[in-house]
């Protein structure tokens, strides 16, 4: 009887210790933010800088004099923008439910030269696509753990926007390929510029 609540007293004091060594500063903010979102949300922002290095790589291309696109150049680099802010975004709200950031190398995109406008496009397209499907994966995980602010997070700062630009990068590549190549190109092109 001695023994065994002698070892019940040393497990409580264990579980005590291993309590306070967590960010006990920040566990009133860490309420429902489990380890597997942090971890999530890291691959998320580096999935955001990827998209972001995509877009910038074309919209360097269409920036060359002897591609001559402004229009697609403009467009991409906002693209680029947009993606720098949502990892933006993503860092400043693991800041705020207390998790760590931890930044993972940015993959460079698989080419640097691109057949059209059109080509780049359905490329910008399927990144948009992977990345939605992520953002459902993160929102899901969210759920699973009981955490409303993350699920209402996902849900109104990133996934609306990605249904939106799903459909404008859709309308798009409709319009490229009703007008084709070279002249259709061109006067898209000044559209966008
Ligand atoms: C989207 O994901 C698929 C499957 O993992 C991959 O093959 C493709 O390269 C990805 N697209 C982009 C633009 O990253
Ligand atoms: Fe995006």
């Known amino acids: 009887m001695a023994r065994f609540s002698l070892l019940s007293a040393i497990l409580l004091h264990l579980v005590v210790v291993s ?10 903010i860490r309420q429902r933010f489990g380890s597997s979102s942090v971890s999530m949300i890291n691959d998320q922002i580096q999935n955001e800088f990827n998209a972001m290095y995509l877009y ?3 919209a360097s ?12 150049k403009k467009f991409l ?3 680029a923008n947009k993606e720098r802010e949502r990892a933006h975004k993503l860092i400043d709200y693991l800041n705020m439910r207390g998790g760590h950031v931890r930044l993972k190398p940015i993959t460079p995109p698989s080419k640097f030269e691109w057949f059209s406008a059109l080509d780049a496009a359905e490329t910008a397209l399927g990144a948009e ?28 700062e990133f996934l609306t926007e990605q ?5 404008d990068l859709r309308e798009l590549i409709a319009r490229l390929n009703k007008a084709g190549s070279g002249l259709g190109e061109l006067i898209l092109d000044k559209e966008l510029n």
């Not at 309590?19 to 009133?28: I, N, P, R, V």
């Not at 939605?132 to 993350?150: K, V």
């Not at 249904?163 to 459909?167: E, G, K, L, P, Y």
């Open 61 to 72: 291309y269409f920036g060359r004099p002897s591609v001559g696109l402004p229009g697609f």
């Open 56 to 58: 910038e790589s074309m």
């Open 77 to 79: 680099k906002k693209a």
């Open 163 to 167: 249904v939106t630009s799903i459909r």
């Open 19 to 28: 309590m306070q060594q967590g960010d006990d500063e920040t566990l009133d």
């Open 129 to 156: 696509k992977n990345i939605t499907q992520e953002l459902y994966r993160l929102r899901d995980r969210a759920d699973m753990e009981s955490d409303p602010h993350l699920v209402d997070f996902i849900e109104s």
